[in-house]
């Protein structure tokens, strides 16, 4: 057995434990730097201020609620039917992006798209 | 004796010292499910140097499943996990030694190696926890962690595997270690009693039943709870296996001894879609963490599906002793001739082996009680722990240790 330089630590061990360690490291600064906006493929929908349910945008999908009807389809959310007079609601339409809301005031109903502060645009002029 | 004799005796001695490297590593409490230090891969590594690739992913596989009887594991998740892991981390770790070696000197050092080859080992630990038991993406948030203390773990066996290996070559060329004569022959030393395997003797059907239908029907019954998802056949599973379990003749209680390694990962398996989940109604709700309906469900059928796999192996190791065990996997492995895997190989390691483990646990005891470790303590413990390897190396080339 002659092996040389195999029990010697040199550069490339120390550049692929480099790699390895930066590469793991990476996600978990940006999960924490990113959290806010990391929770864009959900929506939260609100009764009476409270949260009553968690809603996945991936999957399309339709909740009922006692009398109203939320609808999930490639990744928008809409309130699909209500009970409430106007319908304002109704004729908000889908939903797709974070900060973006969906509010019926008669049954205190908010849907909304957690995360990313400003949402689409980065500045609006008039 | 011919030296194909020799070898195979040097693999199933070394598949012995893995074996013990291995258990005495799962006495240690686990920090977080599914790091390791990994002391087996370290006798994979120095059969790398030593005695080539094939050698060395044949004692890599060996071992999972030698340790897997003494553990009482066999064919239960864990035993999964290790057996394909092992394989994975061996080929990696062969492939970088063979193909970036050329001309002489070797791109990575054995620390490098063993970093890849626990690399290696994590992502294929990962990906079969995802494919196979908890299908939820959540499980990949641990792959920071690992990917971190594969480094240190790879590090610290590199580091060990090295000494060992140029101790090895010393030895070799002058003959500096010396087998000391006390560990040699049985010294005044008891050492604690090896218990192998988790057999229980009782006279039942399924005792006499043989080993081969018993393995098949683990393996189909595991296959059929890692396709279905749903709790009903769950339940029919269940309540199959009670079934089975009162036939057996043993006190229920008898079936838990020992998977209590096991309750972090099922734990674990529950938590992970339990908070990783959206959709679903709210259940509970923690500032971030939110407990919904979905996750609960989900988290309770990968609990399940662990609980139901767990069962059905240690019905089959509380009901057939290893070397039934062994000549069952001889027997089943006979339709492999053709790959090149002999049944007959396999179950003379596997003898062989569990000849061998109780008298190396011995001097494995007898030299830690009697090792003294100098003042630096760092370093005192790796040479430590690479004078046991050596001790236990050596032993697997000596000719006067009878086994086979």
Redesign the interface.
Known sequence: ?K????????T??IV??AI??T???T??LYSFTRQKSAAA??ANIYQDNK??????LG?D?VYKFKNMEVEVNRHRIRIAKSDCARQVCVNTGWISSPAQTIVCVPNKVLVEIPGGGAGQYDAVSY | MPDEDKKLKKIALLVSCATILQVAESFFPQVVPGVKLGLANMIVLIAL??MGFRSAIEIAVMRTVISSLILGTFLSPSFILSFSSAITSTLAMGLVYKLL?GG?????????IS??GA?AHNLTQISIVYLLLIKNTGVFML??????S??ITG?VT?VVA??V??R??RN?TKGGFKVPAAYSKKGPFVAPKFNIGRYISKDSHLHSLSPEIKILAIIVLAIIVVISEGFYEYFIVLAMLILVIAMTKIPVMRFFDGVKRLYLFIAFSFAIPMFFS?????VM?FGIL?I?QDGLYHGSLFAFRLILLMIGAAVLIRTTSPQELASGIKSLLRPFKFTGISGDRVSRIVTSSLLAIPVLWENAHAFIKNYKIGKKKVKGLILALSSLIVMLYMKSEDDTLDLI
């Open positions: 057995m092996r040389n330089g195999l029990y010697r630590l040199n490339a061990d692929i434990a390895v360690i590469v793991s490291i996600p978990l493929n959900i949260l009553v349910k968690q809603v996945a999957q999908s | 140097v030593d070696s002489g000197k070797p791109l990575f050092s054995l620390i490098g970093i890849i690399m792959l920071p962690w690992l990917g971190i594969s480094v590090w590199g090295s000494q290996c140029s090895l070559e070799r959206y959709g679903g109604v709210i709700n939110r919904t």
